[in-house]
Nanobody, 127 residues
Framework: QFQLVESGGGLVQPGGSLRLSCAAP????????IGWFRQAPGKKREGVSC????????NYADSVASRFTISINNAKNTVYLQMNNLEPEDTAVYYC????????????????????WGQGTQVAVSS
């Protein structure tokens, strides 16, 4: 059964770093787009970053573009989100999701385009 499993969340001080992982055991990311989204308390879920299955296309929300890096390791069926210089505003539950049939050459942070979701991992940024 297909599933996405997030890990790597935790509590970190402002300015700190975390690396989130999104694993798809036994599955290959052929011709898909994998995205990271987040939902802070009392707010709507928002797109953070996405990557094409070959890593050739990436996209970032403006609020994280200079601080976060998305990458993919197809040998491990895992997508990573390296988060640096974290701010309290980054506190949220982070979800990864997969878009099974993306438009060619497109990686869009549109929630409705994504078909399957993980359970989420909590990130808290606080002193």
């Amino acid at each position: 059964q297909f599933q996405l499993v997030e890990s790597g969340g935790g509590l970190v001080q402002p300015g700190g770093s975390l690396r989130l992982s999104c694993a798809a055991p036994g599955f290959h990311f052929d011709r898909t787009v994998i995205g990271w989204f987040r939902q802070a308390p009392g707010k709507k879920r928002e797109g953070v970053s996405c990557i094409s299955e070959r890593g050739s296309i990436t996209n970032y929300a403006d609020s994280v573009a200079s601080r976060f890096t998305i990458s993919i390791n197809n040998a491990k069926n895992t997508v990573y989100l390296q988060m640096n210089n974290l701010e309290p505003e980054d506190t949220a539950v982070y979800y990864c999701a997969i878009e099974w049939r993306p438009y060619p050459g497109v990686c869009a942070l549109t929630e409705g385009r994504f078909d399957s979701w993980g359970q989420g991992t909590q990130v808290a940024v606080s002193s």
